[in-house]
Structures are given as C-alpha cells and as structure tokens.
T-cell receptor, first 105, second 115 residues
C-alpha cells in the first residue's frame, strides 16, 4: 500500500515561532488531508488539499502532487497549537506517523 | 457542523468480556463510517469500513469475529470487541465522510482498557 512519511517526528516551539511540517507520500493520491489531534484524542480536520495552497488563519498548507509531498505551515504558534499533526491520504485515510508539536509559553 | 458522537469515552472491562462502542451521526446521515485503532503515541490504523445495510469490509489482519461491526441505520455504527484480552487495550476512533470528499468528521474516541 501507499507509504506516508511525516517529518519531523517531534517539534518543540517557543510561543510565537513559525514552523513547517512535511508529509511525503509514495504514490499519486486523490485525497490528502491534514488533521490535528489534541491532547484528549479529538481529531480535527484542518485542510483538504490534494493539490495547491490553502490558508486558514495562522495555518496554511501546500501540496505539490507531482513531487508527492505536502507542507503544513504554522505561523505565530500558540500553546493551543500543541498536539499531534497527521497527514492522511486517499478515501480510507492512510495516516502518516504524525508530528508531535509542543508549544511552550 | 457535522458531529459524530462516540460512546463510551472510556471503558475498563475484564478479560473475556465483550464491549460495545457506539458512533452516532447527530445531524447528518452517514452511509459509510470508518473504524480506527490507535496505540499510545502511534498513528491511526484503519480496522474496517462500515457500510449501512451491508457487511463491513475489514482490513488485512483484523479479525472479523473479534471486532464485530454493525451499521444497521444511517446514523449508527457499532464496534463490539468480543472476548476482550489485554492486548485489545487501545484507543478506538470512528469517522464518517460528510458530504463531499473533504468532509471527514471524527468521534471523540474510546479508550478501552482490558484487565
């Protein structure tokens, strides 16, 4: 099956810092999503982005489908951004291993 | 927005007993739901796809007789862990596709501990 790799595995940020999370996938995809899992386990859909660029507040994402990667940008990070960020591909959502983000005040 | 309600949020059961987890779509009809399992500090692994009115489709390596899935209505899917063992302890999450492909919504998860 398709392989989804995320980097870095862990990220520690000072409040206000910017960061970039990466998702590489091994085959062409018809769906790519970014999710945030909060410390209590709830998953929230951030972006549906099989290609192109989208922005939502301090978060933005870019997918270059031809090169099989996607990037999630967090700007001016806040402590509430802490949690695990997953990318997932295709209809049944094959998940990457996630990036654990810790934002310190 | 679309909400999936998952219950219970936490359950402790004895080895050998069965546990039922429910996922309800509150304000939309979910013809398809997905069930995932997540071990601590790991990713989500798809267990099965639940389709209303038909048999669930299980992923390779998932025991159908152990993880019984029923999707009898457009708003309710259940996962029953039968004859639970300590190795079944995990975080179970359901999700549903809402409308267009980009609308996935997740239940809040069930933390199962088998003692």
């Amino acid at each position: 099956g398709i392989q989804v790799e995320q980097s870095p595995p862990d990220l520690i940020l000072q409040e206000g810092a910017n960061s970039t999370l990466r998702c590489n996938f091994s085959d062409s995809v018809n769906n790519l999503q970014w999710f945030h899992q909060n410390p209590w386990g709830q998953l929230i859909n951030l972006f549906y982005i099989p290609s192109g660029t989208k922005q939502n507040g301090r978060l933005s994402a870019t997918t270059v489908a031809t090169e099989r990667y996607s990037l999630l940008y967090i700007s001016s990070s806040q402590t509430t951004d802490s949690g695990v960020y997953f990318c997932a591909v295709n209809y049944k959502l094959s998940f990457g291993a996630g990036t654990t983000v810790t934002v310190r005040a | 927005g679309a909400v999936v309600s998952q219950h219970p949020s936490r359950v402790i059961c004895k080895s050998g007993t069965s546990v039922k987890i429910e996922c309800r779509s509150l304000d939309f009809q979910a013809t398809t739901m997905f069930w995932y399992r997540q071990f601590p500090k790991q990713s989500l692994m798809l267990m099965a796809t639940s389709n209303e009115g038909s048999k669930a489709t299980y992923e390779q390596g998932v025991e159908k007789d152990k993880f019984l899935i029923n999707h009898a209505s457009l708003t309710l899917s259940t996962l029953t862990v039968t004859s639970a063992h300590p190795e079944d302890s995990s975080f179970y999450i359901c999700s549903a596709v809402v409308g267009q492909l980009n609308g996935y919504t997740f239940g809040s998860g069930t933390r199962l501990t088998v003692v």
